[in-house]
């Protein structure tokens, strides 16, 4: 018997919905974004997202000047994506949140750079006309700001970018005149010698902000100082010896320091064979620094140290040396070597090293200056600016540099001289320690003792208006004050006006105000002077007599004026007379040649950019304070930017010019280590965005913890584009399965879906609150977190996986708008849409901008929408509760189902059979689900057994789950194994119902 072939199963293929969309699941990032982004400047989105939120409530975030020099790297990379998620997130919320970019375009690191070209060229800068240099610097500043400002706007970052702010405009060159003027007439500038940060080889003055350090090895002598008078009889031709790692300060010392408490003991040595020792004498040391000394003697001069008695020959106490005078070993010299060196009481003084006595150079150590001041010595400005002797210095004139590690050497020239003159006891260059380095040249720095003008932070601020004692004002305030804590009193000086903007300024992260604030305690006066070119000039006549600087606000007046309309060439001896007008005569004055610091620069940037009127949208419309709402750098801006904006906004107005701080860490590599170029272990952001696109790098700066040092490398970007694809596959479903999706296919009230859609608007809600505090803690990292979780969990592994099935299979001829359940579906695809989109937006702003094109591609720019409203959904708690201890249940039942899977015992779940059971307790919580649905099985069943077995439990749940494969047939439409199919490939009855088949 012939058998008779079974019937060709028919194909359903052309019955089922399959999502459909043009937003390919391919990227292409690279060509795409700078297409969207020609767009963007074609329509001048910027200024359609400032009408559209004109009069709403403001947000201003005031953009910390970058340095115009060089390419962006990825530390600016990084900064500007946090600034642009501030400002687009504030826009989201529906606040006018204008961003205006603006350089920092003065300084030694430009000047430099030119001077770089000038050498190269074999030119000197000091023989071309000061204006024509300045003008080259002007130059090379304009074109790193274009460069840089291109790099940024590719990178996605929005905001005014043809009106930016540069500190090298006339009109901001004006303003920092202005403000440097107002300090001058409220009398706090003073003009000083102290000892600053020097670098010999940019010939100018450094802040601290300029300065890095670095471990060096360094040569360390100890020297030997003849008693030649002291109370102490037995003291006079005794030697007191001293320690230091910087022998080139020697030949500027005029005086000894002792700490009063310590004691010291008058060491013997009978060791007379060593001519660098002479005859067999007395050497005074710390007591508890003779053991370290003498070793140090030992390995220089080998026997010698072994010589020194074990017990002194007098122990005395450090304030009873009062009155003891010593004389300088090269005393032979005459002049200033020959005067005597007295010993004087330093409270600083320790035995941590050295030999517990401290030779004093005035010119080059602050504690040094300050002892030395105090006993009427004072500096003698041995040392130029070029690190060499002055010429007519009677020991090494016109030698150096000082910072040259040849010229400190055990057999250099200080040493050398020393040796024979009998004050050597010991040199060797192996001492290890850390070292202030300019930041730019990466050149050696030294304290040296210059005119410089300052601020000084202790005066008290007459100008300043004064404040209620802080126990007053903490009722008033609102308890916003603690009254226990050191703040502005009546009569504030600097110091204490910004110590209470402290106060009452918001960190982010918090430990950034005791980071700022011990800076601020601690600092010393404000070097205001730099002795450069490229700069804003300290504007200001000195009496040629009185040594004091003329301050005449109709003199000022004319100084700002000319400066708004030629900027900083406008200061010169040209026109000095004309600033001075009939009243004074040039002759008698003495103009100021020096520059300000940058920091001063970028510090006054709020008073130019905030209160000028030049950029309308940052004109406070509730006529509030200049305040703007944040400023956002890196931590180093503690002691940079940060704190150059608070003292220079306190000192003329009183408080600070920001309500919030945030601060993030630095770009590390891959492996933690600090990126340099020499290294060859930098990311170059140009290069990730021709080669991965800006979004990625977006992605990665608002995934990563950015309040701490963090990384980045190949592999971590690699992770960053999975985590990319798999959120713009969430888009890419949610744009395929809302094809065609009408307003007559919606479901608007929540209370008609079925329970799993209203459980998913929960979540939703709950994330729609989360995301909204993420954004007011400035957490933007738990935002995109956030965002990914639900792209990710909550979405694609189980609510679009549960509801695939409904999407494709409950449309049909006798269902044209689907059943509700699947109207239900899509209208909450549709509100998820709407709500992720946003979300997305000030992240992936490429991206979002494409998703929302594709769907509403007449509609405008994504990124002029406002955040999207949740809806209410009633009875969340209790929906929560029964579906996160159902998933429970589901992610139980696949580990179950996936050994079957492996052992191909089934194919896939919808062939498995599931009988569930579970605790009395959340029996009660679970029944009712379809779980057969729930699962994506073919059969599931669900009941009671007992109370809560501890061997089974699963979070908080008693759970036994069995799983077998199913003898139902298969639907040869939506292909789930059910009872009602008869043979594999017929209908079941909702696919006949759909199709009207029946």
Known sequence: MTDTPA?????????????????????????????????????????????????????????????ANGDMHIGHALNHILKDMVVRTQTLKGKDAPYVPGWDCHGLPIEWKVEEQYRKKKLNKDEVPVEEFRAECRAYAQHWVDTQREQLKRLGIGGDWDHPYLTMDYEAEATIVRELLKFAANDMLYRGAKPVMWSPVEKTALAEAEVEYEDIVSTQIDVAFEIVESPIAELVGAHAVIWTTTPWTIPVNQALAYGPDIEYWLVESFHAENPAIGEPGL??????????????????????????????????????????????PMHALGGFFARPRPFLAGDFVTTDSGTGLVHMSPDHGEDDFDLCKANGIDPVFAVEGDGKY???????????????????????????????????????????????????????????????????????????EPKAPREQRWESEGGAINPAEEGLCDAPTLRQAAMHAID????????????????????????????????????????????????????NDRIVNAVKEGGVDAWSDARAQEYLGDAYNAADYERITDILDVWFDSGCTHAFVLESGKWPALVRQDGGTHSADLYLEGSDQHRGWFQSSLLESCGTRGQAPYKAVLTHGFTMDSKGFKQSKSLGNTTDPVKVMETNGADIIRLWALSVDFTEDHRIGDEIL??????????????????????????EERISDVAAMPELERYMLSLLADLDAKMHRAVDDFDFNGYTRLLADFCNEDLSAFYFDIR?????????????????????????????????????????????????????????????????????????DELRHRYNAARAVRARVNEEIEPLRRDKIIKSSLEAEVGIRIDDDNFAVLSGLDWAEFLIVSVASIEAAGPIDPSLSQAGMSIAVDVTRTENHKCGRCWRHLPEVETDGALCNRCETVLDAG
């Open 718 to 743: 690699k992770g960053v584009a999975d985590q990319y694809r798999k959120l713009r596959n969430t888009f890419r479903y949610l744009l395929g399965a809302l094809d065609g999706f009408t307003e």
């Open 283 to 328: 050497y005074l040391i710390a007591k508890d620094l003779v053991k370290d000394a003498v070793s140090r003697f030992k390995k220089c001069f080998g026997d010698f140290g072994a010589s020194f008695f074990s017990e002194p020959k007098l122990s005395i106490k450090g304030s009873d040396l009062a009155g003891t005078i010593a004389r300088h």
């Open 504 to 555: 009452r300024t918001r960190f982010v992260p918090e430990k950034g105000r005791n980071r700022i604030g011990s800076m601020v305690k601690d600092r010393p006066d404000w070097v205001l002077s730099r002795q450069r070119a490229w700069g804003v000039p300290i504007t200001l006549f000195v009496d040629r007599k009185t040594g004091q600087y003329l301050n005449d606000p109709l003199v």
């Open 390 to 464: 002055r010429a007519d210095w009677g020991w090494l004139g016109g030698q150096g540099s000082v910072i040259n590690p040849k010229f400190n050497a055990p057999d250099g020239p200080i040493c050398t001289d020393l040796r024979e003159s009998g004050g050597l006891l010991a040199a060797s260059a192996d001492y290890k320690h850390s070292y202030p380095h300019s930041w730019r040249s990466k050149a050696k720095v030294i304290y040296r003792c210059t005119p410089q003008w300052f601020v000084p932070m202790d005066k008290v601020m007459t100008h300043i």
């Open 804 to 876: 695939k099935d409904v999407l494709y299979c409950d449309l049909g001829p006798a269902a044209p708008l689907g059943t509700d359940t699947r109207r239900a579906y899509r209208s909450v695809l549709d509100v998820l849409f709407h709500a992720l989109v946003r979300y997305a937006a000030p992240v992936l702003v490429f991206t979002s901008e494409e998703v929302w094109g594709t769907r509403y591609p007449e509609a405008g720019s994504v990124h002029l929408l406002e955040w999207a409203i949740s809806p209410v959904i009633e009875g969340r």
């Open 7 to 67: 019937p060709e199963a028919r194909d359903y293929r052309d019955t089922v919905f399959l999502p459909k969309t043009d937003f390919p699941m391919k990227a292409g990032l690279p060509q795409k974004e700078p297409l969207i982004l020609a767009k963007w400047l074609e329509s001048n989105l910027e200024g359609q997202i400032r009408e559209s939120r004109k009069g709403r409530d403001q947000f201003i975030l005031h953009d910390g000047p970058p340095y």
